[in-house]
């Protein structure tokens, strides 16, 4: 079946520009996941989807950073006024169930942001 | 929410056991521990998940001691296949951390 897909697979931007950052999830998973990962780095938590409940955003690093998750499925990751710093992969990821952490969350492939 | 600590490498040769450790000094009573496989260019996988003593199923062992404050991903027979960077989660409800990841390097 289909995994978690990601758009796009690469963004190249100019310092200060906006940027969105697209998220499917696997049909039917309840809890999704973003998550930054620049480059030779682990993963660094940004925000956590449950259902319609609202998100914890306290993982986000600055209030350049916003996200929101539509009719519970396809979540977007907004980031204004764009950084060099900002530049990493964005992973989204999304999980069946009641969320937190057991079981298994999916990964999609990441978009790699470029800021110039 | 506690913070982990890996080793940043690792090498091994074909047909060993691996051991990786994890570090999480700080676990909270209802964090639990991942292991998630990462290949360059993909996202994380999931191995395996605990809360203490062992866990195991097809492809890894997890060893969670009592007091929970280190776990040991054990994986039998490795194949130049399983070279990756391992990542360690310490998670609860609403909070997700992440270790740095250790790179695994399997020799032939």
């Known amino acids: 079946g289909a995994g978690v897909s990601q758009s796009p697979s690469n963004k190249v931007t100019e310092k200060g520009k906006d940027v969105e950052l697209r998220c499917d999830p696997i049909s039917g998973h309840t809890a999704l996941y973003w998550y930054r990962q620049s480059l030779g780095q682990g993963l660094e938590f940004l925000i956590y989807?449950?259902?319609?409940?609202?998100?914890?955003k306290s993982g986000l690093p600055s209030d350049r950073f916003s996200a929101e998750r539509t009719g519970g499925s396809v979540s977007t990751l907004t980031i204004q006024r764009t950084q060099q710093e900002d530049s990493a992969v964005y992973l989204c990821a999304s999980r069946v169930g009641a969320g937190g952490p057991f079981g298994t969350q999916y990964f999609g492939p990441g978009t790699r942001l470029t800021v110039l | 929410l506690a913070k982990t600590t890996q080793p940043i490498s690792m090498d091994s040769y074909e047909g060993q056991e691996v051991n990786i450790t994890c570090s999480h000094n700080?676990?909270?009573?209802?964090?639990?521990i991942t292991w998630y496989q990462q290949f360059p260019s993909q996202g994380p996988r999931f191995i395996i998940q605990?809360?203490?003593t062992k866990v195991t199923n097809e492809v890894a062992s997890l060893f969670i001691p009592a007091d929970r404050k280190s776990s040991t991903l054990s994986l039998p027979r490795v194949s130049l296949s399983d070279t990756a960077v391992y990542y360690c989660?310490?998670?609860?409800?609403?909070?997700?951390?992440f270790g740095s990841g250790t790179k695994l390097n399997v020799k032939p």
């Open positions: 605990g809360y203490k």
């Open positions: 989807f449950q259902g319609n409940s609202a998100p914890d």
């Open positions: 700080n676990i909270a009573t209802n964090d639990y």
């Open positions: 989660l310490v998670a609860n409800f609403n909070k997700f951390y």
